[in-house]
């Protein structure tokens, strides 16, 4: 197997010293290149392809929002990881577009190993060189860093409290309006009139409210340029309503609260890989919609037709590439195979499969093509399939879907 080539970019030559004894027991895997400053670094990718590019941030000269800008433009498919100390911290967020993962420094070892492991990994996952391309030039998520990241930061915290969640989210004024318009909606069934978002964590609780402030991120970078007729709208509801519909499934299964948690983001997220291949490739993503609604092909069935891939894969591959927990990932990989994933029993997988698919059930298939079906064979091959009575009850308790 070809070793993977990174590059790493910093202007001091001592923590380049460093990072070179720290991934020395990487050798056999990586073939790795160590040049000081920006200038170097774009010399050296004039002459060789690389991979997957890691570098500080504040660098004299050609500093790292520049040289990541580069390598965006000129090697779209390199992975871009910033790794930069706390002082440059805020520029990366605020005013960065083009990195991928950003790791603090100093970072240790292992973490460092594993993320440019993951990130290995995962380039194997899609082989369209031209959705490759596509996702390699995605920008990261700024705002979305700085909110999400100290959102959850506070609630992870022991003294985490609805007053410190509604001051952070405070801070995005466009994000505090989109929050109050989706709560006094009928989705969430509040019968009070809500104004303010001190009253809008009490009233959803901590959990939602993070997986609020990250899909309205998400959803909203890709909401111009999209395939002309692709139902954003749609798309928004589907997944707000599966992502209640699987954390209510993972409860009714009384399984941890962090497995709760983490099928409530994965329903949530489940098909952005929808909304970027629309964004991104729109014309392609049009004869997805035709072939829908004309032909009556599945989601599932158009994408490969058109692209080789499927939403579940692209989606998949760019958490990976933004840090989202492996349950995650792999929730979004196989929510339409779940069989694939070799799971032998409860998992943040099944509860995103069957919440999807019935969510799905009262849905218009022509649309996405959201014509899912829960696979009995998975569900008996873990020994659940007498459960779908009870999910099914706990789907339509929370008003996500219709009893039946």
């Given at each position: 197997m070809q070793k993977r080539q990174i590059l790493f970019v910093?202007?001091?030559?001592?923590?380049?010293?460093?990072?070179?004894r720290m991934l020395r027991s990487m050798h056999k895997e990586w073939e790795m290149h160590f040049v000081a400053g920006g200038q170097a670094a774009l010399d050296f990718l004039a002459e060789h392809k690389c991979d997957i590019i890691v570098s500080d941030m504040r660098m004299p000269g050609i500093d790292g929002a520049k040289l990541m800008e580069h390598v965006r433009s000129q090697h779209p498919k390199m992975v871009r990881i910033a790794l930069s100390g706390q002082?440059?911290?805020?520029?990366i967020l605020n005013s960065v577009g083009p990195i991928h993962q950003y790791l603090p420094k100093p970072c240790d070892a292992e973490t460092l190993k594993s993320t440019i492991t993951r990130v290995s990994s995962l380039s194997g996952l899609l082989t369209n060189e031209k959705l490759q391309c596509a996702i390699a030039q995605l920008e990261s998520l700024p705002c979305l860093s700085r909110l999400y990241t100290e959102l959850m930061g506070e609630l992870k915290s022991p003294d985490a409290s609805i007053a410190k969640v509604s001051e952070i989210v405070?801070?995005?004024?466009?994000?505090?309006?989109k929050i109050l318009h989706l709560v006094n909606s009928a989705f969430?069934?509040?019968?009070?009139?809500v104004t303010d978002i001190?009253?809008?964590?009490s009233l959803l609780g901590l959990e939602t409210m993070s997986v609020l402030v990250l899909s309205i991120r998400i959803f909203g970078q890709f909401e111009d340029g999209l395939a002309k007729g692709f139902p954003h709208s749609h798309l928004w509801d589907h997944s707000l309503r599966v992502s209640r519909c699987a954390r209510a499934i993972a409860e009714a299964e009384q399984a941890s609260a962090e497995i709760a948690a983490?099928?409530?983001?994965?329903?949530?997220?489940?098909?952005i890989?929808?909304?970027?291949?629309?964004a991104k490739t729109p014309v392609e993503y049009q004869t997805v919609l035709r072939l829908i609604k004309e032909d009556s092909l599945s989601s599932l069935e158009a994408e490969r037709k058109v692209y080789d891939v499927t939403h579940a894969e692209i989606g998949s591959y760019l958490l990976g590439l933004w840090g989202f927990d492996d349950s995650v990932i792999e929730a979004i990989v196989f929510h339409h195979n779940p069989q694939a994933s070799n799971?032998?029993?409860?998992?943040i997988i099944t509860a995103v499969h069957v919440a999807n698919a019935i969510v799905s059930e009262s849905e218009d298939a022509s649309v996405l093509g959201d014509s899912s079906e829960i696979d009995t064979a998975y569900l008996e091959s873990i020994g659940l399939a007498d459960r779908m009575p009870c999910w099914r009850e706990a789907c339509s308790e929370v008003g996500a879907v219709s009893a039946r």
């Open positions: 910093d202007d001091e030559i001592r923590i380049l010293d460093g990072l070179r002082t440059s911290k805020e520029m405070t801070q995005d004024v466009s994000m505090t309006s969430f069934g509040v019968r009070q009139r001190q009253q809008a964590v983490q099928s409530l983001i994965a329903g949530t997220l489940h098909d890989g929808k909304i970027i291949l629309a799971k032998d029993e409860f998992s």
